[in-house]
T-cell receptor
């Protein structure tokens, strides 16, 4: 498809398990972003890639969160030793260039529930 | 501390009337603002944006107004249609700093009644 694709759409995990969330950005998009959206809140910035380089990871809540984009295309957000407070929708977005002037195109998100 | 505030969690309007969604911000470094629209179980989609060098930007039925002195922006939808029913997020960025980073408000749920 032409849009940002995220998988899985839904993920249920037990507290303490590791999870991996995948993002396929729009082909040719240089910039890739991960956001966390808690219930009733707006998306909150987690991390930013320009091609394969992770230029900003200031929004990652803890060192249990790790993101990578090794070939500058597909990205994976990994959460180790999940906690209940990690339950949220994780949104991936991509844009053609860098900067806010290039609108970010969002995927439909992965809804993560930690039991 | 919410740097972008959407103080109305919900808004209901009649089809054909004007919808006005409001957004306030506290960070004076913000100079680029965007509105996103989100349907249930879908990701946000970009709607319209405005730079701080302007006070108005129009795209079809959608107009965004920016009042820098009041740190306030609003999205006007005229005329409103039932398909406009969605959550609307206001977002802001600082082009002089981490210009890729968007700060979002909590959103306003717009319901347009037929």
């Amino acid at each position: 498809g032409a849009g940002v694709s995220q998988s899985p759409r839904y993920k249920v995990a037990k507290r303490g398990q590791d999870v991996a969330l995948r993002c396929d950005p729009i082909s040719g998009h240089v910039s890739l972003f991960w956001y966390q959206q808690a219930l009733g809140q707006g998306p909150e910035f987690l991390t930013y890639f320009q091609n394969e380089a992770q230029l900003d990871k200031s929004g990652l809540p803890s060192d249990r969160f790790f993101a990578e984009r090794p070939e500058g295309s597909v990205s994976t957000l990994k959460i180790q030793r999940t906690q209940q407070e990690d339950s949220a929708v994780y949104l991936c977005a991509s844009s053609l260039g860098q900067g806010a002037y290039q609108p970010q195109h969002f995927g439909d998100g992965t809804r993560l529930s930690i039991l | 501390d919410q740097q972008v505030k959407q103080n109305s969690p919900s808004l209901s309007v009649q089809e054909g009337r004007i919808s006005i969604l409001n957004c306030d911000y506290t960070n004076s470094m913000f100079d680029y603002f965007l509105w996103y629209k989100k349907y249930p179980a879908e990701g946000p989609t970009f709607l319209i944006s405005i730079s701080s060098i302007k006070d108005k930007n129009e795209d079809g039925r959608f107009t965004v107004f920016l009042n820098k002195s009041a740190k306030h922006l609003s999205l006007h939808i005229v005329p409103s249609q039932p398909g406009d029913s969605a959550v609307y997020f206001c977002a802001a960025s600082d082009s002089g700093g981490s210009n890729y980073k968007l700060t979002f408000g909590k959103g306003t749920l717009l319901t347009v009644n037929p």
